[in-house]
């Protein structure tokens, strides 16, 4: 199993500022993921994020909205850019074991526009 | 009792109870399904799958039926405990795909 940490955990933002949320990864893994899951909802997977190359972003989602990096197998940021009200959710890390299909997710980021 | 809407958004039930939490899917292609367990605060957590070679699995505690004529997947509770009390997400996989599409979800309370 791998475990993963995110941080911040939560946050109060202004609406038009951005917040980096990061992931961190216990183990080396290939698949990287980020997911929106708004109040009461389900996940919506916002893209993939790739080691080396551009992230590969869902439809609905943009880079310049969610900026995000993978500088390496370990590690991945996600940018919640220019910031309103409707960006008000829980953001979620996730990683995928190539063997077992099995999907791990970090604790989330419960992010708060005003 | 439940609460009923298209996807059962809820469900109550007492400790020691047997729970059920059903799950449609529209992709008549997947062949991979997951259970998640989402406790407050936390990111889901894996709790059982099943192929589509498959209308039946077993785990502790918890079962996972598949009826793929009507599309139709179900998690079975047995002997349910206040520490179950969670979000239950279904989610799908086709063709190999590392990424699951997740399900609504259903909100699990257990009374003691």
């Known amino acids: 199993s791998a475990v993963i940490s995110q941080k911040p955990s939560r946050d109060i933002c202004q609406r038009g500022t951005s917040l980096t949320i990061q992931c961190q990864v216990d183990s080396q893994v290939t698949m990287m993921f980020w997911y929106r899951q708004q109040p009461g909802q389900s996940l919506t997977l916002i893209a993939t994020a790739n080691q080396g190359s551009e992230a590969t972003y869902e439809s609905g989602f943009v880079i310049d909205k969610f900026p995000i990096s993978r500088p390496n197998l370990t590690f991945s940021t996600l940018t919640v850019s220019n910031m309103s009200p409707e960006d008000s959710s829980i953001y979620l890390c996730s990683v995928e074991d190539a063997s077992s299909f099995e999907a791990f997710f970090g604790q989330g980021t419960r992010l708060t526009v005003v | 009792g439940e609460s009923v809407g298209l996807h059962l958004p809820t469900l109550s039930v007492q400790e020691g109870d047997n729970s059920i939490i059903n799950c449609a899917y529209s992709n008549s292609a997947s062949d991979y399904f997951i259970w998640y367990k989402q406790e407050s605060g936390k990111g889901p957590q894996f709790i059982i799958d099943i192929r589509s070679n498959m209308d039946k699995r077993q785990g502790q505690r918890v079962t996972v039926l598949l009826n793929k004529t009507v599309k139709h997947l179900s998690l079975q509770i047995a002997a349910t405990q206040p520490g179950d009390s969670a979000v239950y997400f279904c989610?799908?996989?086709?063709?190999?795909?590392?990424?699951?599409?997740f399900g609504r979800g259903t909100s699990l309370i257990v009374h003691p």
């Open positions: 989610a799908e996989t086709t063709g190999g795909s590392y990424i699951p599409t």
